[in-house]
């Protein structure tokens, strides 16, 4: 297995990508540490691990709020001293026209989008460092590429997710850490399946590949960007979406 004896922090875990993401890591040996603040959906996750032979907890907090952050992960670091891999998955959208955007729509989103990617980052660097070892992957957005009308505040979000992993990068690499990206476009999720089906039409109509991802495809991505097989890829931002921006 290729996780064996690796400790993984997924954040935003109890369902949709991130449950995707925790559980294929879980099949390849990784113990894993699932963080969101819907503690029940994500103990459904955890559940499901365990029951398939896998090693899975859940440590409940708000990834916006940087002393929640610190003293869970010093919990976490005093209990399993190393922490392996670290999965920035966390977010929500606010959508709404710019003209129309309330400030605490825009607040929001970046504490939890952005913010969210630095506090727990920064509660694990030094550990990793300290062990000379560490790969972190931090979920991005094909909108924080080419941008979309209506959200602003969540392009803004992602688009800051991909400049902050480019200059960790430079931060750590020689001690052996890696950290990349993944910016999915449009995958079958609860919030996909709710769309209209004019909605999911004109959104299909601009993907060349003609169907939305799934979560499982963004977990394999995320999974290879963790293995000692993508070891000498550091700073890179992986699009999946299917042909949509290029």
Not at 42 to 61: D, H, L, M, Q, Y
Not at 115 to 143: E, H, Q
């Amino acid at each position: 297995m290729l996780f064996e004896n690796k400790l993984s922090i997924v954040t935003g875990a109890s369902q949709g990508i991130g449950a995707a993401i925790a559980l294929e890591l879980a099949k390849e040996g990784a113990e894993i540490i699932l963080v969101d603040v819907l503690k029940e959906k994500a103990e459904e996750v955890a559940r499901t691990i365990r029951e398939n032979n896998g090693k899975a907890s859940v440590c409940s907090f708000d990834v916006s709020d940087l002393a929640q952050v610190t003293q869970a992960v010093e919990e976490i670091i005093s209990a399993y001293k190393a922490v392996h891999h670290l999965v920035n998955n966390a977010g929500i959208t606010r959508d709404n026209l710019l003209m129309r955007m309330k400030e605490e729509e825009w607040d929001a989103v970046l504490n939890v989008n952005l913010k969210g990617v630095f506090n727990l980052s920064k509660a694990v660097i030094r550990n990793m460092m300290g062990n000379r070892y560490g790969r972190i992957v931090n979920i991005s957005s094909v909108v924080g590429i080419m941008g979309n009308a209506g959200q602003s505040n969540y392009s803004a979000s992602k688009a800051g997710v991909i400049g902050f992993t480019k200059s960790l990068a430079r931060e750590v690499a020689a001690r052996n850490i890696t950290v990349n990206a993944v910016a999915p476009g449009f995958i079958a999720t609860a919030m996909t399946d709710s769309l209209p089906d004019s909605a999911k039409k004109m959104f299909l109509d601009i993907i060349p590949m003609k169907r939305f991802g799934y979560p499982k495809e963004v977990a394999q991505t995320v999974k290879f960007l963790l293995s000692d097989e993508a070891a000498y890829i550091t700073g890179q931002v992986i699009n999946l979406n299917g042909g949509m921006y290029m």
